[in-house]
């Protein structure tokens, strides 16, 4: 189980969603939150010294945290911003739009 660590949001993308199939369009955020160093104690699998996470929420969809994991902060960081295969795989349930109303992926 991953220890609490202090961190914060460092970037920040608003969206609107909606669920597929209907027309109400609701807002939601997707937040990177600030890497940090991982420890043995916090994860399953083996790590070298160095490896870090960066925490990305989806502030308003109601889906799970997802957590970014790299070599360093540097990579954690990279892979984190890097949200678009996420969303992908979530317009399976989810349509995204921008603010204008364009569509996230077309």
């Known amino acids: 189980m ?3 660590v202090e961190s914060f949001v460092v970037a920040e993308r608003e969206l609107l969603f909606s ?3 209907k027309c109400e369009r609701q807002r939601f955020a997707v937040q990177i ?3 940090h160093l991982v420890t043995a104690a916090d994860v399953s699998f083996a790590i070298d010294s160095g490896t870090a996470c960066c925490r990305v929420v989806f502030l308003g969809l109601g889906e799970s945290d997802y957590l970014a994991y790299g070599a360093d902060t540097l990579q954690a960081l990279a ?3 890097d949200v678009d295969p ?3 795989g979530m317009s399976k349930k989810y349509d995204f739009f921008f603010d204008s109303g364009e569509s996230y992926f077309e």
């Open 33 to 35: 939150y600030s890497p």
């Open 2 to 4: 991953m220890r609490e």
């Open 19 to 21: 669920l597929k199939g």
């Open 79 to 81: 892979l984190a911003v």
């Open 86 to 88: 996420i969303l992908r």
